[in-house]
Antibody, heavy 124, light 106 residues
Framework: EVRLVESGGGLVKPGGSLRLSCAAS????????MSWVRQAPGKGLEWVGR??????????DYAAPVKGRFTISRDDSKDKLYLQMNSLRTEDTAVYYC???????????????WGRGTLVTVSS | SYELTQPPSVSVSPGQTARITCSGD??????AYWYQQKPGQAPMLVIY???ERPSGIPERFSGSSSGTTVTLTISGVQAEDEADYYC?????????FGGGTKLTVL
């Protein structure tokens, strides 16, 4: 059974930094593409970014609102995914979900399995 | 930027058929996906590649595509289907979600 458990959320001041983790189990993590999706309180889903597998070059892509501030990385030896968030803004307040992303070469990417999420609150 | 448009809400009585639409210019060229999200829970994939159903998803959930519109159909709606539903696709900038549709079972 695929299991994804996010951690690291909390309260941070504007301009601050936070690193989220996602512990994965139940599948071969080093072959998997992984994504982060967020959801502001009472709002819809918003894609944050994705990292491909090492065999696919560990390429990362990001949504425009977070590009240059957020970095996705992975540690295949620990079956963990990370989201480093810098220069945080109040509008980054959201529940952050990690998800598995089936490998696609041309079709639109999507999230197959989801964690339960971790809440990040950016406030002074 | 690319947008996917969904109706904010749909209401149906138990046993009826619910149809939730999602419109976007790139949908003829890219697959669409549908997620169900119940209050306080993570989203769950219910339809992928326009019309495929993941294992464990009831047969009453189906998806279809026609031009720039994709549709999630729930036949014989049950009370447990009350939730928010999001469509999703992608363009050259990345993954895009629709604004979500709240399905109310009357």
């Amino acid at each position: 059974e695929v299991r994804l458990v996010e951690s690291g959320g909390g309260l941070v001041k504007p301009g601050g930094s936070l690193r989220l983790s996602c512990a994965a189990s139940g599948f071969t993590f080093n072959n998997a593409w992984m994504s982060w999706v967020r959801q502001a309180p009472g709002k819809g889903l918003e894609w944050v970014g994705r990292i491909k597998s090492k065999s696919d070059g560990e390429r990362t892509d990001y949504a425009a609102p977070v590009k240059g501030r957020f970095t996705i990385s992975r540690d295949d030896s620990k079956d963990k995914l990370y989201l480093q968030m810098n220069s945080l803004r109040t509008e980054d307040t959201a529940v952050y979900y990690c998800s598995t992303t089936p490998r696609t070469l041309a079709a639109a990417e999507y999230s197959q399995h989801w964690g339960r999420g971790t809440l990040v609150t950016v406030s002074s | 930027s690319y947008e996917l448009t969904q109706p904010p809400s749909v209401s149906v009585s138990p046993g009826q058929t619910a149809r939730i639409t999602c419109s976007g210019d790139a949908l003829p060229k890219q697959y669409a996906y549908w997620y169900q999200q119940k209050p306080g829970q993570a989203p769950m994939l219910v339809i992928y590649k326009d019309s495929e159903r993941p294992s464990g998803i009831p047969e009453r959930f189906s998806g279809s595509s026609s031009g720039t519109t994709v549709t999630l159909t729930i036949s014989g709606v049950q009370a447990e289907d009350e939730a928010d539903y999001y469509c999703q696709s992608a363009d050259s900038s990345g993954v895009v979600f629709g604004g979500g549709t709240k399905l109310t079972v009357l």
